[in-house]
């Protein structure tokens, strides 16, 4: 019993001092503020010259997180700008849906990317957990440069915070072998629909997601349906079970007709596979999978607006990619430079060159290479009639519900508005006391 | 001579080291001084701070002043570095009582006339006769902070407000809200439906898998076994394979076989002039698929533990039943399966308690769907654990999984413990009454 405990306590001694070391330390450099002197203050930085120019910090050196799909539009945009300001930029790749849940994971403790890229119904909650640095030195430029939906859906609170690179949403992509022309409603796509669809041989004259809220917005919101009300600000009023919504779902049931099949049997892969065969005839889907289907298609491909609900022209969601500046990076200016660099016309013509996305840059709107390519300009038409995204935290409760609601009415034919009453229940659960 | 006993006591008591040094063991005695120091200089800088951190958790969060952010206190941090502290703390309070009791041992030993040792020796005694406790030292401090104390930090979070949209550091704070978390678990309609759903389909899943896979097993290793059986290597091999393959390429090739338009099994049924089934959309048949193809993947598992335990009955037991002329029936009820049982109930327990958690086969077959309208975040399939990971990775619930994360634990360990405590190679009877 006499001595043993003496290796054991040198052990001891040296173990907790390198935990505490190291433990603490990480710890305090964010928690205390006199403790470091790099995370204290990230701000916008107040020595902005007089013409706008930010000068980048000695020695920076940024990461940014990129989409695997974009990615090499940000690697090229990565080599430019290293070769301008000597600043070199490493790309991750982190899909753009997840990268606010892992911002707040790792912004705090200092690993995250200094500039970051998301859709932007993520806005809201990034900002209001202080994760992004506000769009300030830059922001006469942005504005002025980029289309006003566009800020609309970049801004929040009344204040602006991204660096729009492109708008999306979605289309009707066709097969012109198959349809002569575009269908101008969807009552046109159920007749036509009545002709092809054969579901033994696996051909259907229509597909999209049907259990997805995102691609089924049409039907919401083209009859008076919303989802947040006051241009998505109101969290108390909550549209997708109002008379319009339950209007435009009448179309949506009747479409089973055109596609019958559990929604849950139709994933992109499936789509996307049918579509480049022949066997679906029309898709509604986004610029993502453009490249794939030129591709496929070649000149058979078409692209129109989505077909008229009721007589009224279909009204889709459209997302705002933006770059944002983590609050926490070490290098503001720096990040405030690249956010500005790969958002520029000449950037934003890159990446629709690079994957087929719509410019928010108005000079690049109106120049030749977006006018000239039709598939672009089928797609800008719908853009005209699509509502942002809200951007205001609670659209973070709104999909599970919501497409959990759209497989119970298209699956299980359970009647729109029983289905949405209880999907809007839920939210709102989660909005108040589900969520304390 | 009662005083160098007390003497020595109350020297380490007053700091750590004294009564070493009063015992003539100078080196150990400043070693311990020296941890003292280290201590006190430690704990004066960080004790009042972690006390303070574990109870309110933070009072100012993360602000933007004249658009510059200044950091606040980021309460998950702080309940981390607070509990950092607060174990080095018990650590040191068991040095501390171990100090005393040494200097007041050592005192004893005086009394009675013998030397204390020196440093050398004391390292011997340590090296020779207390190898093991001093070896196992290091892993135990690794353990205590790299297994033990997420383990607490985790348990933790159920009993605060952490959770998104409203109680994410570092802008906002979180709280403790005490036993809330589990209030509204148990009884906010919204959450409490959910709850009951997945965890009877929790149960309902782990009795069924288990229960198929074992039987199973057991009939694939019986018929395999029986005498005449030719090229039993081959079969044993094909059997193996489900096994041998990655469940993450199996379960995602099997998830594009059932789909209900497009998959195979469908191609097939109707081809054959069967009606089609929704395999993976309806919630009565998508649990049908789970169970089946959680046959196809454990069978080969219980079979391989089976086949070895069949080789291990001796022959002469069945030589006996022949004499006494018992069927082939009643020589597997009374011979084989009760062996069988004997050895591999343990095991049974322990595929049991992970079937309760068998993530990858729900979620690469699954993902827990078909959705069902009147869940919060969980589908027809999804088991507590998966569901875990639907609030956690895609909601931020963290506390509301951390508590289903508590409630999982509290299941498992005492079905398993009651379990095991049941069986009979537990109580270590007689095999066969």
């Given at each position: 019993m006499k001595m043993k405990k003496m290796l054991m306590l040198c052990a001891t001694v040296t173990l907790a001092f390198s935990i505490t070391a190291c433990g603490s330390n990480e710890v305090k450099n964010n928690a205390t503020p006199e403790a470091s002197n790099t995370t204290t203050e990230t701000a916008a930085p107040e020595e902005v010259i007089a013409d706008g120019a930010l000068q980048p910090e000695e020695g920076a050196t940024l990461t940014v997180w990129e989409s695997k799909e974009e990615r090499t539009f940000t690697d090229e945009m990565a080599k430019q700008f290293e070769e301008k300001y000597g600043i070199p930029v490493k790309v991750e790749e982190v899909q753009a849906t997840d990268q606010v849940t892992k911002l707040t994971q790792d912004g705090p403790s200092g690993l995250a990317a200094d500039i970051v890229m998301f859709p932007h119904d993520n806005l809201g909650r990034a900002a209001e957990a202080g994760l992004l640095l506000t769009n300030e030195a830059l922001a006469k430029e942005t504005i002025a440069n980029n289309t006003p939906a566009s800020i609309q859906g970049v801004t929040f609170n009344g204040e602006l915070y991204g660096y729009p690179r492109a708008a999306e949403t979605y289309a009707l992509f066709y097969n012109k072998e198959l349809v002569k022309e575009a269908p101008k409603s969807f009552d046109d796509v159920i007749e036509f629909s009545k002709t092809f669809t054969d579901k033994s041989k696996n051909r259907y004259g229509i597909m999209w997601e049907p259990g997805n809220l995102y691609f089924n917005y049409p039907f919401i919101a083209t009859g008076g349906g919303y989802i947040f009300g006051d241009n998505g600000t109101n969290k108390e009023d909550i549209g997708i079970n109002s008379a319009g919504a339950l209007v435009g779902l009448q179309t949506y049931v009747k479409l089973k007709a055109a596609l019958p099949i559990k929604s849950a049997d139709i994933t992109s892969d499936i789509k996307r596979s049918l579509f480049n065969a022949g066997d679906v005839a029309m898709d509604i889907t986004g610029p993502w999978e453009l490249a794939g289907y030129k591709?496929?298609?070649?000149?058979?491909?078409?692209?129109?607006?989505i077909p008229t609900i009721d007589g009224k022209p279909a009204i889709s969601l459209s997302g705002i990619k933006a770059w944002y500046v983590n609050s926490f990076t070490q290098y503001p200016n720096a990040a405030q430079l690249f956010a500005e660099f790969a958002s520029t016309k000449e950037a934003q013509l890159l990446l629709n060159e690079k994957v087929g996305s719509i410019p928010t840059n108005n000079e690049a709107l109106a120049s030749d290479q977006i006018k000239s390519d039709p598939f672009v300009s089928g797609f800008a038409q719908q853009v005209i009639n699509s509502q942002p995204m809200p951007t205001i935290p609670e659209m973070g409760n709104i999909w599970s519900p919501v497409n959990a609601a759209f497989p119970e009415i298209w699956d299980n034919g359970k009647d729109p508005k029983e289905a949405m009453d209880k999907a809007v229940q839920q939210i709102k659960d989660l909005n108040g006391g589900a969520t304390k | 001579m009662d005083r160098y006993r007390n003497k020595a006591t109350i020297l380490s008591l007053i700091s750590m080291g004294l009564g070493q040094i009063y015992n003539r063991q100078f080196i150990k005695g400043f070693v311990y001084l020296l941890i003292e120091a280290y201590a006190i200089i430690y704990f004066s800088s960080n004790l009042g701070r972690s006390l303070w951190g574990i109870v309110t958790l933070g009072d100012t969060p993360r602000m933007r002043v004249n658009g510059k952010w200044i950091d606040g206190d980021h309460s998950i941090f702080i309940l981390i570095q607070s509990l950092i502290t607060i174990l080095l703390l018990i650590i040191f309070v068991i040095i501390y009582i171990m100090n005393v009791r040494d200097a007041r041992k050592t005192a004893e030993k005086r009394e009675n006339g013998i030397q204390p040792n020196s440093f050398k020796q004391s390292i011997r005694y340590v090296l020779d006769y207390k190898f093991a406790q001093a070896f196992l030292t290091l892993p135990a401090i690794g353990i205590l902070f790299f297994t033990v104390m997420p383990i607490i930090f985790m348990v933790m979070l159920a009993f605060t407000n952490y959770s998104a949209p409203n109680h994410i550091p570092p802008a906002k704070l979180i709280d403790w809200v005490g036993f809330d978390t589990f209030r509204d678990l148990i009884s906010l309609k919204t959450w409490s439906h959910t709850f009951y759903g997945v965890l009877t389909w929790t149960i309902i899943w782990a009795v069924l898998s288990t229960v198929t896979t074992y039987f199973g097993g057991l009939l694939v290793a019986l018929l395999i076994n029986q005498k005449g059986i030719k090229f039993k290597g081959l079969w044993r091999t094909i059997l193996i394979i489900p096994y041998a393959i990655p469940q993450l390429i199996s379960l995602l090739v099997m998830r594009n076989m059932f789909n209900g338009q497009f998959g195979p099994v469908n191609q097939y049924l109707g081809y054959f002039g069967f009606g089609q089934l929704p395999w993976l959309t309806d919630p009565f048949w998508a649990k049908v698929t789970v169970i089946v193809v959680n046959m196809w993947v454990g069978i080969p598992v219980s079979m391989i533990l089976i086949m070895g335990v069949l080789t291990t009955i001796p022959r002469d037991m069945y030589e006996a039943a022949e004499v006494d002329g018992a069927s082939n029936y009643q020589k597997f009820r009374i011979v084989t399966l009760p062996m069988i049982l004997f050895t591999t109930a343990p095991t049974l327990i322990a595929q049991f308690a992970g079937n309760i958690n068998n993530f990858n086969a729900i979620f690469l077959l699954t993902s827990g769907n078909p959705v069902v309208g009147d869940y919060q975040y969980a589908g027809a399939?999804?088991?507590?654990?998966?569901?875990?990971?639907?609030?956690?990775?895609?909601?931020?619930?963290?506390?509301?999984?951390?508590?289903?994360?508590?409630?999982?634990?509290?299941?498992?360990?005492?079905?398993?413990i009651y379990n095991y405590r049941r069986t009979k190679s537990f109580k270590e009877e007689d095999m066969i009454q």
């Open positions: 591709e496929a298609l070649g000149d058979k491909l078409g692209i129109a607006p | 399939t999804d088991l507590l654990v998966t569901w875990l990971y639907k609030l956690t990775l895609d909601q931020n619930k963290y506390n509301m999984a951390s508590a289903v994360g508590i409630i999982i634990f509290l299941i498992i360990a005492s079905f398993s």
